[in-house]
């Protein structure tokens, strides 16, 4: 099933001994963190409180996190085994975390049980080398699996929480590449049997994607991601605070922010704040008594 190893190893040796950028690391093997989702959410810190109840998915007897945990390791010793570093995080990341490569394993859960397939997605903050993990992840896991791909991205995946680096302090370096995996949806009972039975193929599928992507890397480097607006950093004070298309009440409520959420302000207009969205939605919120500066 699994011919590509050698193929890889070259990949992952090339990867190390080209000449790196900062010397520090040139001789050190990448370092690659998989978080294993939903992985002991109690013990998330103030500012993530309100996911401390997100326990992930459960069907057919399955407990999301404990297959997330299990595929986690397998991964990370994969990794391991072809010469890189490799991390298990839980749900809480060290503050402005810095990797090669960090990913966040998930399965799926959906009321439909016709749902099915996986995904892979990056942050917002559409980044060449978070693009390319996506990529080589997608790749490798289709081919390796044959499960079929599920394109409906959601907000939740594209602004996952450690994925805010800037806003948040337990989140990974601005710098680390990050993608966030889907497996399959353990609501559908053949994604669910195809993963519970294959779990070692299902990890080196993911294992294979990332040391495809490690190896990948450009000689001087990838290029810098694009910087975080200027503006202050604030946090909503209460739970489902109406965001509107523009800065006033007659525009759409669009959406609804959470307490202790935070968000980059970029422009304030008449007693209205817009907060900045990467995919360009035009977010703004009240002005007066719903949110809080945190970092001016
Ligand atoms: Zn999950």
């Not at 072809?82 to 960090?102: C, E, H, I, K, M």
């Not at 896991?141 to 959601?154: E, F, H, N, V």
């Not at 965001?243 to 207009?269: H, I, M, N, T, W």
């Amino acid at each position: 099933m699994f011919r590509r190893a050698g193929l890889l190893l070259c990949l992952v040796a090339l990867a190390v001994c080209l000449p790196l950028s900062t010397p520090a690391r040139a001789s050190s093997p990448p370092v690659v963190a998989i978080q294993a989702g939903h992985w002991r959410t109690g013990e998330l810190p103030e500012e993530f409180a309100r996911l401390r109840t997100s326990t992930g998915a459960v069907a057919g007897g399955v407990r999301e996190v404990d297959l997330n945990v299990d595929i986690a390791h397998r991964v990370a010793e994969y990794l391991r085994a072809w010469g890189n570093q490799a991390y298990v995080l839980p749900s809480t990341v060290p503050p402005a975390y810095r990797a090669d490569a960090f990913v966040a394993i998930h399965s799926d859960g959906h009321a439909n049980r016709n749902a099915r397939g996986f995904k892979v997605a990056t942050h917002y903050r559409d980044w060449i080398a978070s693009t390319t993990l996506v990529r080589e992840l997608e790749d490798e896991y289709a081919k390796q699996t044959g499960l079929p791909k599920d394109w409906r991205i959601t907000d939740n995946m594209r602004g996952y929480y450690p994925f805010n680096s800037g806003l948040y302090e337990h989140t990974i370096a601005e710098d680390t590449p990050a993608a966030i995996v889907e497996m399959g949806f353990l609501s559908n009972a053949a994604d669910r049997h195809f993963m519970i039975t294959n779990r070692d193929l299902v990890a080196r599928a993911i294992a294979l994607g990332i040391a495809r992507f490690l190896g990948a890397r450009p000689v001087e480097g990838w290029p810098a991601l694009h910087p975080m607006p200027r503006g202050d950093i604030v946090e909503m004070l209460h739970d489902r605070t109406p965001l509107y298309a523009g800065p006033g009440k007659s525009f759409k409520l669009v959406d609804r922010a959470a307490r202790k959420e935070r968000y980059a302000v970029v422009e304030r207009q008449g007693g209205w704040a817009k907060l900045f969205f990467f995919t360009g939605k035009e977010r703004w919120v009240e002005d007066f008594q719903t949110m809080q500066v945190v970092v001016p």
